[in-house]
């Protein structure tokens, strides 16, 4: 039976609004906002997304999460079980919960070792909290797959991944063999939303909690030293164009761009 | 012992020099350069003298079918040789298509790092110091690589290019891919444009760009009338990209496109910090909405709190009469 793993980041709710958004900077951290849970990344929920639509066309299809992050972290499992998904595994070790993308890769990449035979891996284009997006495609590198990034569209068979790219102009079809590595984007589509049955459900399935020694590996050692976090100041002035009526205001704005040179 | 800059430069899909090869190539120099800039695809050897003259002290030209268009597979072995080759200390891609996909390969070949999507690079004695927006663009990070080379990838625009020189020498040289077909796994069957009409929005003076506050995909019509009035292009937010309004290539925004246009008009945009990182070095930010808690406004120059369906128009008409006469 086919076997897509899917990787789940959990992150600072991105909604977080603008004004509660502070940063340690000594310690170089994102202050948690009291009463805002962490969330799955977004990206790599519409990752389980892809994976749930290969799996509605072939009903054998088992879809492994896995997670890297402390206990909270099983909340993101969770939701992706409630959403269809068959397993997780929680890989929560302080020797790693910290780590930067590379020993992170490291790491998932012998988490899935572990969890050989797969067909596919499938990963966010980017966590939406650093934004790097360089764990899927480490992965590859580090397992020796091919990779095809930033896709819209995923479909399996015969041992095919085919994936409809996002390019900066339009689309691509590419066509990789299985196991390969695919990392999603928005385009993809709407991740649907887990219903109540669905949640209690997901509490049954099984969860595996996995240290680094039982993935039998050495602590992988960070690649990058992050020197400074801080938020930037971008406020500018603004001047607001004010009028007793619609009609005048656009107009003001307009005669107000043209004095500027701006049009 | 590692030294000098490597970049690799990047061809357009209708031959011209990518422009960010020319801000990579300055960013080298920069950094202290000297830079050798990879000019690899298809009929790229005629470009090479353009990177002489915007900077590059060497240019290594790769010539080969099996290069285009980009699949990692076919520039993995190749970027990996040349970069053993050159043994550069830093290592500079574009932000674009393929930087995404081959720097953190790439880096993964050499047990070393990329920061990607960097915004600003500097030295720090023989440390490459890279500073990149994060968080959906509301914070910076800065990073140092420990390992060799030192990768990053930058973003459109974060660097001027050097003014051009013809006078500039540099050294020339062809080299082969060496890659075959049998080391290929991926196949591209299929390759189509979306929207390849107007002016690109990454090269647009104006850029007009509408969000979920215009009620509808309909309104993009009003947009696109003043796109053509003002020469300008229309973007769009991801959200409204999403919800099928308006085609996927004109999101601007952190996963969208990055433009810097003379002016920008967000309409019914409320500036969510993925869409500010698209934006963030447009110093003339114009913003109507109808919420005047709008994120959108701390960063614009000019504000209007309003109905877009009552002010635009007049606006629009406004801006016809003043630019024909």
């Known amino acids: 039976m086919p076997h897509i793993i899917c990787l789940a980041k959990q992150v600072p709710d991105p909604e977080t609004p603008a004004a509660q958004f502070k940063v340690d900077e000594a310690a170089k951290k994102v202050i948690p906002v009291p009463g805002i849970q962490p969330v799955p990344s977004q990206f790599d929920t519409i990752g389980v997304e892809a994976a749930l639509r290969i799996k509605d066309d072939v009903a054998d299809t088992i879809i492994t999460i896995v997670s890297l992050g402390p206990d909270s972290n099983r909340d993101t499992i969770k939701h992706s079980l409630a959403m269809g998904a068959d397993e997780g595994v929680h890989i929560n070790d302080p020797a790693v919960n910290d780590s930067d993308h590379w020993a992170t890769a490291e790491t998932l990449a012998a988490a899935i070792k572990k969890l050989e035979p797969y067909d596919l891996i499938i990963a966010g284009r980017q966590a939406v909290d650093w934004d790097m997006g360089v764990v899927g495609t480490t992965i590859a590198e580090i397992l020796d797959l091919p990779s095809v990034t930033i896709a819209k569209d995923v479909k399996m068979a015969d041992g095919t991944v085919t994936v409809e790219r996002v390019l900066l102009d339009g689309f691509e079809t590419v066509e990789a063999p299985t196991p390969c590595v695919v990392t999603v984007s928005n385009e993809l589509g709407e991740p649907r939303y887990p219903q109540l049955r669905q949640i209690m459900q997901a509490a049954k399935k099984e969860v595996k909690t996995w240290t680094i020694a039982d993935l039998g590996i050495d602590t992988p050692q960070n690649r990058t030293t992050l020197e400074a976090l801080f938020v930037p100041d971008t406020s500018i002035e603004t001047e607001f164009i004010e009028g007793e009526s619609a009609q005048e205001i656009g107009e003001k704005l307009a005669v107000r761009l043209n004095e500027e040179k701006l049009i | ?325």
């Open chain 2, 1 to 325: 012992m590692a030294s000098g800059v490597l970049v690799f430069g990047e061809a357009t899909d209708d031959g011209g020099l990518n422009p960010v090869t020319k801000e990579l190539i300055a960013a080298g120099s920069n950094l202290g350069g000297p830079v050798t800039c990879v000019l690899a695809g298809t009929g790229v050897e005629g470009l090479a003298q353009e990177c002489v003259a915007a900077g590059a002290g060497k240019v290594i030209v790769v010539d080969d079918p099996i290069l285009t268009p980009y699949q990692g597979d076919a520039y993995i072995p190749m970027a990996e040789r040349i970069t053993k080759e050159v043994d550069p200390s830093v290592l500079l891609m574009g932000q674009t298509m393929m930087g995404r996909d081959l720097a953190p390969r790439l880096a993964q070949r050499f047990s070393t790092a990329v920061a990607m999507d960097c915004m600003a690079l500097s030295m720090d004695g023989d440390q490459l110091i890279a500073e990149r927006p994060c968080y959906g663009g509301s914070a910076r990070a800065r990073y140092k690589i420990n390992g060799t080379p030192q990768m990053a990838t930058l973003r459109a625009k974060a660097v001027e290019p050097l003014a051009p020189d013809s006078s500039r020498q540099g050294e020339i040289v062809r080299q082969d891919a060496g890659v075959t077909a049998d080391q290929v796994r991926t196949k591209i069957t299929d390759r189509r444009k979306e929207k390849a009409e107007g002016v690109r929005l990454e090269d647009a003076t104006v850029v007009i760009s509408g969000g979920r506050g215009l009620g509808g995909p309909e309104g993009f019509k009003e947009l696109e009338d003043l796109a053509e009035i003002m020469g300008g292009a229309v973007g769009a937010s991801r959200a409204v990209c999403d919800l099928g309004w308006y085609p996927v290539p004109t999101q601007v925004g952190l996963t969208g496109k990055v433009v810097t246009p003379d002016l920008y008009i967000a309409v019914g945009i409320s500036g969510a910090s993925q869409h500010m990182a698209g934006i963030s070095s447009v110093k003339n930010i114009v913003a109507i909405n109808k919420d005047a808690d709008a994120n959108i406004f701390k960063a614009s120059r000019f504000g209007v709190v309003g109905d877009w369906k009552e002010i635009f128009p007049a606006f629009k008409e406004k801006v016809r009469e003043l630019k024909s006469a």
